[in-house]
């Protein structure tokens, strides 16, 4: 993908990759606290499951780390997103959205979990806007409440759908107008009577 002076690359990330993740990522999905920073993306980089976007600055002639999202593929074709993060403190929506697209496109899931905060709102408005993501239900992990949000592939598949056109109904039969100036029928005109000579 380019644009301008940019390029862009998805790749999976490796256990070199852990240092420019923590220098350049800010808050995360699963940490979005400004100051809750996550400590370690060695053991999700060394099992592969660490999807990392990297944008090459062609004026200094290097690659640069964009965002990243962590996500695990189960037996059952459900796939469990487990940490996304751009390098703001804020989520970058088409970041997210981007990042999102590139993994649902490699694993092709029939299903797919994701848990947010609730108090995590931009993330919340991210999910939510997705097609096919509804929410689930909540759980309790000390100290914050979690929202459990799923994706299904059928959903997404009708959310994508246009409109419907729908049917107009028939319209009921109206009563006919009455005649201007509040008047009924009129009476039959009176005739004029014969003169009979005298």
């Known amino acids: ?20 993740l923590r220098a350049s990522i ?14 370690s993306y ?6 592969g499951d660490i999807l990392i976007l990297e944008r090459y600055d062609r004026a200094a002639h290097e690659w640069q780390v964009a965002g990243f999202v962590e996500c695990h593929m189960r037996v059952d074709d459900n796939l469990s997103i ?32 994701v848990k947010i905060r609730r108090d995590a709102t931009a993330w919340l408005e991210i ?24 994706w299904d592939r059928d959903r997404a598949r009708e959310a994508a759908q246009p409109p419907r056109p729908t049917a107009q109904q028939p319209r009921a039969p109206r009563p006919p107008t009455p005649p201007p100036n509040g008047g ?4 039959p005109a009176r005739r004029p009577r014969p003169m009979h000579p005298r």
């Open 1 to 20: 993908m380019e644009e301008g002076r940019l390029a862009y690359r998805v790749r999976t990330a490796e256990a070199n990759d852990v240092t420019a």
């Open 26 to 39: 800010g808050a995360t999905l699963a940490h979005p606290d400004r100051q809750g920073h996550r400590a």
């Open 42 to 47: 060695s053991g999700a980089a060394s099992r």
């Open 82 to 113: 487990r940490d996304v993060g751009t390098t703001s403190d804020e989520p970058q929506t088409g970041v997210v959205r981007y990042l999102l697209d590139q993994a649902f496109n490699s694993f092709r899931p029939i299903e797919a979990q």
């Open 127 to 150: 999910f939510r806007a997705i097609p096919g993501f509804y929410l689930e239900g909540e759980e309790y992990r000390r100290p914050h409440y979690w929202t459990i949000w799923r």
């Open 184 to 187: 009924g029928p009129r009476p």
